[in-house]
C-alpha cells in the first residue's frame, strides 16, 4: 500500500523539495507519495531527489509518449521535446513497405524510449537498438521485454556498442528509419547544465564535442550503408545546432529538412536518402 502522509507531513515534504529547487515541488511530493511503500522508503527517495537525483531515476520510471518507460539510476533520462522525434518518425514511415513491416533503427537509445513510442505508434516495427552504455542496454532491454508486446513490436533487439557498430551487416541498405537522440550539448557548456542531469546522467549521453554536432557528423556518414532507397534519418538537434546537423546529412548526399516545434521545444533534421 502506498504511504499516506497527514496534511502537515506532506506540507513539509513540499517545502524540502522546493528549498532544494524542485521547481514543481507539489506535484513531485504528490509522485513521491505515491510510489513509495511506506515511511522509509519515502524518506530515502526524498534523500536521493533533494540531493539532485533526477526524479524519473528516483520514482524508476518516465511518462513518454503515453508509456511508462523503466529509467534506472545513471540512465540518460527521456526528455519530452523528444516527442517530436517519434512523431517525424512516425510521419516518415507513412506506410508499411513492400515484404513486411519497417525496420527501424535506435541509435544511443539510452531507455529505449524512441524506437517503443514509434513501435507503439506504428504497430509491426522490427526494431534494432543500440547504446554504448551497459547500463542503458540493460535498461533497454528490461524495457523492451516489458512494453514490447503490447507496442506492437514484431521483433526487437538490443546491442552494446559504438552507434552502428555492433549492427549486423544483413540490415545494409534496408533500414526504413534510422533515429538518433545522440548527445549534442557542447563540451564546455556541460558545466552549465542542471546538477540533476550534469551529475547524475552519463556524460557520453550529454557531451557532442566543441560545437555538439561531433556525433551527429558521425551518424550522417554511417547512415547511407544502412538506409533503404526512400529511408529516413532522423537526428534531435536544437535551433543553434540544427544547420550544422542539416550541413552534415547533405553532405552525404541526403535530401534534408527541419522541423521545428514551439509547443515541445523540439528540433530535428529528416534527412532522407533518395531513391534508386
Avoid: K
Avoid at 511508462?68 to 519530452?80: C, K, L, M, N
Avoid at 517530436?84 to 539510452?110: F, I, N, S, T, Y
Avoid at 526504413?176 to 547524475?200: F, G, S
Avoid at 546529412?249 to 514551439?262: F, K, P, S, T
Amino acid at each position: 500500500m502506498p504511504v499516506t502522509l497527514a496534511a502537515a507531513a506532506l506540507d513539509a515534504l513540499v517545502a524540502r523539495l522546493r528549498a532544494a529547487g524542485c521547481v514543481f515541488a507539489e506535484d513531485e511530493a504528490a509522485l513521491l507519495v505515491a510510489e513509495a511503500q511506506d515511511a522509509a522508503e519515502l524518506e530515502a527517495m526524498t534523500v536521493r531527489r533533494v540531493a539532485g537525483e533526477p526524479l524519473e531515476q528516483v520514482v524508476g520510471w518516465a511518462e513518454f509518449r503515453g508509456l511508462r518507460i523503466g529509467v534506472e539510476p545513471g540512465v540518460f533520462v527521456p526528455r519530452a521535446r523528444t516527442g517530436l522525434l517519434v512523431r517525424e518518425a512516425v510521419r516518415a514511415l507513412g506506410r508499411d513497405p513492400e515484404g513486411g513491416g519497417p525496420v527501424v533503427v535506435d541509435l544511443c537509445c539510452g531507455t529505449g524510449a524512441v524506437g517503443l513510442a514509434i513501435a507503439a505508434e506504428h504497430p509491426g516495427v522490427a526494431l534494432w537498438a543500440v547504446d554504448l552504455d551497459p547500463a542503458a542496454v540493460t535498461c533497454a532491454g528490461r524495457n523492451v521485454a516489458a512494453l514490447g508486446p503490447a507496442a506492437g513490436l514484431a521483433g526487437a533487439t538490443v546491442l552494446l556498442g559504438d552507434l552502428d557498430a555492433p549492427l549486423p551487416a544483413a540490415l545494409g541498405a534496408r533500414v526504413d528509419v534510422l533515429v538518433a537522440n545522440a548527445p549534442y550539448v557542447p563540451t564546455a557548456e556541460i558545466a552549465h547544465m542542471p546538477p540533476e542531469a550534469r551529475d547524475h546522467e552519463p556524460r557520453a549521453a550529454l557531451d557532442g564535442g566543441a560545437d555538439g554536432v561531433d556525433l551527429h557528423r558521425r551518424v550522417a556518414a554511417a547512415a547511407p550503408r544502412w538506409l533503404a532507397p526512400g529511408g529516413h534519418l532522423l537526428i534531435e538537434t536544437s535551433v543553434r545546432q540544427a544547420g550544422a546537423t542539416a550541413a552534415a546529412c547533405e553532405g552525404q548526399g541526403l535530401a534534408v529538412r527541419v522541423v521545428h516545434d514551439d509547443d515541445l521545444d523540439g528540433t530535428v533534421v529528416v534527412a532522407t536518402r533518395r531513391a534508386a
